[in-house]
């Protein structure tokens, strides 16, 4: 069974430093991993999808990184912002699971940025 | 393009009655949508698949009497919670995948629906 694991589960930064958000997963034999963002009482936001054939992905001040054979993937956020204040929530689809391949998703990171 | 409502944003309801949540694609053709349950501080937890025009698949653990998903159109799912209990309060968050929507397999998600069951 996939777990994945997301520490810390809270994280407090001033303006203006970049930082690394980490995500482990148990099982390698994962499809794709997507980063998303969720602020309080809303949806999800999806930041970044990376292929399993895939080292990283880019957007912005947001890049991802992924280690299949580790069972890791790191967000890196460049020069935060107030506004990069929300919970980071990590998540890998299975492999061969075709059209009804599931998401398994971390318990999220909350992050909050001091002006 | 590839986005996903649900309706109502928010509802609260009585012991005992049931609440139907809409989730619906707005601008492409669902071949899949997914029902996810969210606690406060917890991670997502799946409770169905559901394929157009097919049964729902649940999650070990979910109750299918309980939880009603309905799959009738390609931009149309419906989880309608019978009987509810305040147990049943949560945030209920539904996704959707699309032929030709993002990369293979991508799933978009709507905003959530929170259910608060007095």
């Known amino acids: 069974k996939q777990e994945v694991t997301q520490i810390p589960a809270a994280l407090s930064v001033p303006e203006g430093e970049n930082l690394v958000l980490n995500c482990s997963f148990t099982?390698?034999?994962?499809?794709?991993l997507q980063w998303f963002r969720q602020d309080p009482g809303k949806g999800l936001t999806s930041l970044l999808l990376?292929?399993?054939?895939?080292r990283e992905q880019t957007s912005g001040r947001l890049n991802a990184s992924l280690d299949k054979s580790s069972g890791r993937s790191t967000l890196y956020i460049a020069a935060s912002q107030p506004g990069d204040s929300a919970t980071y929530l990590c998540?890998?689809?299975?492999?061969?699971?075709?059209?009804?391949?599931?998401?398994?998703f971390g318990k999220g990171i909350t992050l909050s940025v001091r002006p | 393009g590839a986005v996903v409502s649900q309706h109502p944003s928010r509802v609260i309801c009585k012991s005992g009655t049931s609440v139907k949540i809409e989730c619906r694609s707005l601008?492409?053709?669902?071949?899949?949508m997914f029902w996810y349950r969210q606690f406060p501080k917890q991670s997502l937890m799946l409770m169905a698949t559901?394929?157009?025009?097919?049964?729902?698949?649940?999650e070990q653990g979910v109750e299918k009497d309980k939880f009603l998903i309905n799959h009738a159109s390609l931009t149309l799912s419906t989880l309608t919670v019978t009987s509810a209990h305040p147990e049943d309060s949560s945030f209920y968050i539904c996704s959707a995948r699309g032929i030709g929507q993002g990369a293979y397999n991508e799933q978009f998600f709507g905003p959530g629906t929170r259910l608060t069951v007095l």
């Open positions: 601008d492409f053709q669902a071949t899949t």
């Open positions: 990376i292929q399993s054939s895939q």
């Open positions: 998540a890998v689809s299975r492999l061969g699971a075709g059209a009804n391949s599931k998401l398994t």
């Open positions: 559901s394929n157009e025009g097919s049964k729902a698949t649940y």
């Open positions: 099982d390698s034999a994962i499809y794709n």
